[in-house]
Every structure is written in C-alpha cells, then in structure tokens.
C-alpha cells in the first residue's frame, strides 16, 4: 500500500528545544522524500530527498533518508516561535504523484 | 523565485453559482496541479496538466472543470458545488512531470483560495 506514517502528530516544545519529526513509507517503488511547512496557508517546500544517508541542511533545519528501512526525520535545532506549523512529508512514487503523511503540528511555545 | 500566485484568496458561492479559480506561475515549469485540502487534512491531489495537456484526472466529480490555456495559467472552474466542497484549494506547480527523476518534480504551492459553498 502506498502509505505515509507521520509521527508524533503533534509536538508542543519550548523555544530553543531540539525536535525531531519522523516520516515512514510503506511501499519500495520509490522515487522521492519531500518535506513542506505548512503555516495558514501554502506548503512551503523545505526539501527533496533521493539518495540514502546524504543530510540535507537549511539553516537550523536538517533530513535524512534511510530507503533500506523506509524512512526519513526531519530536525530542527533551536527552535523558535516562528516554526510552529504542520510539517508535511510527502512520497514521491513511480506514478509521479505526491502521497502526503497527516503531517505532524508543532506548537513552539515562548 | 518560486513563486506561485492565485487567485482570489477567498471564495464564498451558492449551490447554484459558476466561479473560477485562477493560479498563474513565471517560473518556466511544465507542470501544474490542483489539489483539495480539507481542515486538519493533508493535500490530495485532483488534477495533474503536464505541458498543457491534462495527465491525471483523480475521479474528480464533474463539477470541477480544470482549464489550461498556456504553460503560466491553470484554471478551475467550478459549477454547481455541494457545501462538502468547501475547502482550501490548492495550486502546485513544477518543472517537470513523468519525465525526470529529482529536483525538477519538486512542487511549488501558491498560497490557495478558501471556498466556502454556501
């Protein structure tokens, strides 16, 4: 089945705590990991994971994919207020269509 | 620049209403989507247009009629909706679609119109 597992589904920290959001797939034929922030409105796209064990880094956030055991994380460092959004991951399969996960909502409290 | 553009930002029609929405991109990409988002939900794809040419129509009720008249503008045009329609609807573009593997089929969202069918 081609299924994205977020988890948690939803995160509360405190400014300047460490997160870690996990995505998992369900299915082999595989193409792509994508990770989006999600505020009021638009996905905002964060990054596009092909290979296995490359990091991708964007300032305090940081993914990784692992295709042998069908996963990815997403962390952020430090947080700040301003990350407080859903989190979507996002499967890119053989038939070239994106299949989200639930997303997981995290709340960065001051 | 990755920026997507819609319009408007809000909607509110009758049951019995015709509107449109409209999504424009300059970035140059070849594909362009529209997908439905409901509250607490994930996106879910509806249509796909890969170089204007419609490639994937996610059983879409007819209501919904995707336009594309050039490779910068995606229409939706939407006809005698049910209240259950109301949602965020989204428009995604990219460079590629089937034809690439990598960075060319990473989706780029507008900012979505929120329809409320009345």
């Known amino acids: 089945e081609d299924k994205v597992v977020q988890s948690p589904l939803s995160l509360v920290v405190h400014e300047g705590d460490t997160v870690t959001l996990n995505c998992s797939y369900e299915v082999t034929n595989f193409r792509s990991l994508l990770w989006y922030k999600q505020e009021k409105k638009a996905p905002t796209f964060l990054f596009m994971l092909?290979?296995?064990?490359i990091e991708k880094k964007s300032g305090r956030l940081s993914s990784i994919l692992d295709k042998k055991e069908l996963f990815s994380i997403l962390n952020i460092t430090a947080t700040q207020t301003g990350d407080s959004a859903v989190y979507l991951c996002a499967r890119g399969g053989s038939n070239y269509k994106l299949t989200f996960g639930k997303g997981t909502l995290l709340t960065v409290n001051p | 620049d990755t920026e997507v553009t819609q319009t408007p930002k809000h909607l509110v029609m009758g049951m019995t209403n015709k509107k449109s929405l409209k999504c424009e991109q300059h970035m140059g990409h070849r594909a362009m989507y529209w997908y439905k988002q409901k509250a607490k939900k994930p996106p879910e794809l509806m249509f796909v247009y890969s170089y204007e040419k419609l490639s994937i129509n996610e059983s879409v009720p007819s209501r919904f009629s995707p336009e594309c008249p050039n490779s910068s503008l995606l229409n939706l045009h939407l006809h005698a909706l049910q209240p259950e329609d109301s949602a965020l609807y989204l428009c995604?573009?990219?460079?590629?679609?089937?034809?690439?593997?990598?960075?060319?089929?990473?989706?780029?969202f507008g900012p979505g119109t929120r329809l409320l069918v009345l």
């Open positions: 092909t290979s296995s064990g």
């Open positions: 995604a573009s990219s460079q590629s679609w089937g034809r690439t593997f990598g960075h060319q089929e990473t989706q780029y």
